[in-house]
T-cell receptor
Framework: AQKVTQAQTEISVVEKEDVTLDCVYETRDTTYYLFWYKQPPSGELVFLIRRNSFDEQNEISGRYSWNFQKSTSSFNFTITASQVVDSAVYFCALSEAASNTGKLIFGQGTTLQVKP | ETGVTQTPRHLVMGMTNKKSLKCEQH?????MYWYKQSAKKPLELMFVYSLEERVENNSVPSRFSPECPNSSHLFLHLHTLQPEDSALYLCASSHGQGGYNEQFFGPGTRLTVL
């Protein structure tokens, strides 16, 4: 069965602190895709990154970085030097190649509050 | 306009009303999705349309009726809803329906059923 777990419901940090959002997934498929989305107060989910199961290279984009480890089925997201504008709900999601409908399985989301 | 738009942004309806949610994508995509986001629950996929054909109905009650007249528009017709149907309804689109394709989301319709 497919499942995505984001154990951290809420995280609060002070601006400029680094913060890591955890994501653990379960799948039986050997080919799958992992995503992170950001949901600001306005409501729409904003796509941040996609990784496929064959590419375990970590990725950095500005203050954002992602650590994909198949051995622990984790796809963690780190924000360096957090800013107030980073305050949002962050979702990790899984899509399996075997699903021909593009179905995304979402985690519960982690609410990040960055205080000035 | 760009991206994915949804109207209305907020909707309050009684259990006996009939209303429709509208979604429009301006990205040239050919797959569209409806998701439900309730408090304290993960986003739940409701329906998937690809090239205007419904390819997934995720065990959604019949009081929710989707319609996809063309690849740019998606509707969700609502009738005799229950208070537990109150939620944020999000529309998304993607270039192709495969799992590889990232989905682009609209801002959602906040639905309250009285």
């Amino acid at each position: 069965a497919q499942k995505v777990t984001q154990a951290q419901t809420e995280i609060s940090v002070v601006e400029k602190e680094d913060v890591t959002l955890d994501c653990v997934y379960e799948t039986r498929d050997t080919t799958y895709y992992l995503f992170w989305y950001k949901q600001p107060p306005s409501g729409e989910l904003v796509f941040l990154i996609r990784r496929n199961s064959f590419d375990e290279q970590n990725e950095i984009s500005g203050r954002y970085s992602w650590n994909f480890q198949k051995s622990t089925s984790s796809f963690n997201f780190t924000i360096t030097a957090s800013q107030v504008v980073d305050s949002a709900v962050y979702f990790c999601a899984l899509s399996e190649a075997a699903s021909n409908t593009g179905k995304l399985i979402f985690g519960q989301g982690t609410t990040l509050q960055v205080k000035p | 306009e760009t991206g994915v738009t949804q109207t209305p942004r907020h909707l309050v309806m009684g259990m006996t009303n009939k209303k429709s949610l509208k979604c429009e994508q301006h990205l040239g995509h050919n797959a569209m999705y409806w998701y439900k986001q309730s408090a304290k629950k993960p986003l739940e996929l409701m329906f998937v349309y690809s090239l205007e054909e419904r390819v997934e109905n995720n065990s959604v009650p019949s009081r929710f009726s989707p319609e996809c007249p063309n690849s740019s528009h998606l509707f969700l017709h609502l009738h005799t809803l229950q208070p537990e149907d109150s939620a944020l309804y999000l529309c998304a689109s993607s270039h192709g329906q495969g799992g590889y394709n990232e989905q682009f989301f609209g801002p959602g319709t906040r639905l309250t059923v009285l």
